[in-house]
């Protein structure tokens, strides 16, 4: 959240990560650092330990990332000498991280490398990153902890991955393991769409604008809709999504951390427990759903054979690993409430789901008619109210579109459209989320991160949907072929109060 400067002057820091052999770490965390590296933000006595049970060393764990580093770093066509820099920051442990002699071990090397380092007044930070299933994660939280490594309340981080938990319940479970060897501000808890740029630049263009926050409200805006849509299916990923589903894997955190966003009061101060504070006034404010108000309020849905990209793509109950008679939601839609004076009566939209039409994020804001209509009817025929589109990816960028007057003798309204595209307005690259992210953890900044009481707010507000859905198989899965815009039910949430889903790929980014 704090603007680039070099980290070069940061204390020397151990940055311990489990789960180093996993894909997570090959594809997202290794090449976020390299980046950071690259950049020169890694702070000058900088480590990074993998842990893991397999059988590589220092040098095989390196040329094993060597290839993601290729394939996902902007910089991955760097000369030679900014390798072998990298490289020789990479440690591998290799222990059994069920057992507690792994953590007793990694003690004593970062006992050993904080020695190496000198510096004996300067304090040493120690990052411990999971990037690992999160059924492990309490079991490395107590090994931390019996080790001595969570003692430094100041210097010693423990960064956890969604999903927290399958259910409320299995939440709490994981929660208070953590917060037993951690306190509440060592815990940071990635929520990637937090670390997006245009995701972080809702609160710029909400909060450094005096013109937007006055229209800001139910006076002005008449629903807000956000929709996360990915062409990808389930890929390799059958084991985690069988038990999740799209409203676990993504509206659970994602698409709820947007909402927050839209929704939130201005902060007091751009402070880590400020931000947060004012997320968390809005998830307070949501509007529960009772289970007999599920079909109401929510909508399900689960591809079936279709198209992508002129492709033809198998539909979720035949991919592999798959049960072929799942339950899973591979969509879902919900349309939510914010009870306070700011959104009384505004529906909030959200929908997500797998093999859609197009891979794409964004926030729209459509806003009231005019009060009174003083133009004959025969100029508005292609009227729409006006609408702000916050388009998170692809292709970052802001779009209002409002009502212009067609060029020539007659009165005819046309929508038109004013841009602004990251692209254009910046030639800076834009960092990826995990490297915003890292570069917090390492500043020790929570801005960007989720607290404990929203993921717990979270999880109270789906379990009557979930609860339902589980126990409801659903009859007519799959109900949407892969490539469409998803399931009839979600067209009927929006429809029955007269408005309907815009369709994103109507909203033109690209120049
Ligand atoms: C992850 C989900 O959190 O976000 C994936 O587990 C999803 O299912 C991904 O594909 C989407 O992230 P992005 O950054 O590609 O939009």
New binding site residues.
């Given amino acids: 959240m704090n603007s680039k400067n070099s980290n070069a002057q940061h204390p020397p820091t151990v940055f311990v990560l489990f789960g180093a052999g996993g894909d997570l770490s090959w594809r997202l965390i290794i090449p976020a650092l390299f980046n950071l590296h690259v950049g020169k933000h890694l702070p000058e006595q900088f480590a990074i330990i993998g842990v893991d049970r397999q059988d590589y060393t220092d040098q095989s764990l390196a040329e094993h990332y060597r290839e993601s580093i290729q394939q996902y770093s902007r910089y991955g066509t760097c000369s030679e000498d900014i390798w072998q820099s990298f490289f020789q920051l990479i440690h591998y442990h290799k222990g059994d991280i069920t057992a507690q002699p792994c953590y007793d071990e990694l003690a004593d090397l970062i006992a050993k490398q904080n020695k190496n380092w000198g510096h004996h007044q300067q304090h040493k930070e120690q990052i411990f990153y999971l990037a690992t299933p999160p059924f492990l994660f309490s079991g490395i939280a107590k090994g931390l902890g019996a080790a001595g490594l969570s003692r430094d309340r100041e210097h010693s981080r423990i960064v956890v991955e969604?999903p927290l938990g399958r259910n409320l319940e299995t939440f709490n479970e994981i929660n208070n393991v953590l917060r037993t060897h951690f306190k509440e501000r060592q815990i940071y808890r990635i929520d990637?769409?937090l670390g997006?740029e245009n995701v972080q630049n809702i609160l710029a263009f909400r909060f450094a604008n005096p013109i937007f926050e006055p229209i800001w409200n139910r006076n002005y805006i008449d629903s807000v809709t956000i929709t996360?849509a990915?062409t990808?299916g389930v890929e390799h990923?059958a084991a985690f999504?069988e038990t999740a589903g799209a409203m676990r894997?993504?509206v659970q955190?994602?698409v709820l951390q947007l909402l927050c966003l839209v929704a939130m009061e201005p902060p007091v101060t751009f402070s880590a427990d400020d931000i947060r504070d004012r997320r968390m006034g809005v998830m307070h404010s949501l509007r529960s759903i009772s289970k007999d108000q599920v079909n109401r309020y929510a909508a399900r849905g689960q591809y079936g054979i279709g198209w992508i990209n002129g492709a033809k793509v198998a539909g979720y109950r035949e991919e592999e690993g798959i049960n072929p008679n799942s339950n899973t939601e591979t969509y879902c839609a919900l349309q939510l409430h914010v009870d306070n004076w700011r959104w009384q009566g505004v529906p909030f939209y959200l929908r997500t789901g797998?093999r859609l039409s197009a891979k794409v994020?964004e926030i729209s804001i459509r806003f009231r008619d005019v009060p009174h209509q003083a133009f004959p009817a025969s100029a508005g025929l292609n009227a729409r109210p006006a609408q702000l589109v916050i388009r998170l990816?692809p292709d970052e960028g802001i779009i209002l579109k409002f009502l212009a007057k067609q060029p020539g003798q007659e009165l005819i309204l046309r929508p038109v459209d004013m841009r602004f595209s990251y692209s254009d307005s910046f030639k800076t690259p834009s960092p990826d989320?995990y490297e915003t992210l890292l570069w917090d953890i390492m500043r020790n900044d929570a801005t960007l991160f989720v607290r404990s009481d929203q993921v717990e707010a979270a999880w109270e507000l789906l379990m009557p949907i979930l609860d339902v859905w589980e126990n409801n198989q659903a009859v007519n899965f799959p109900n949407y072929s892969a490539g469409t815009w998803g399931p009839e039910s979600a067209e009927l949430l929006a429809s029955r109060e007269g408005r309907s889903w815009f369709n994103p790929a109507l909203f033109e980014f690209i120049k």
């Fill in positions: 969604k990637h769409f997006k996360v990915e990808l990923r999504y894997d993504m955190n994602h797998k994020s990816q989320a």
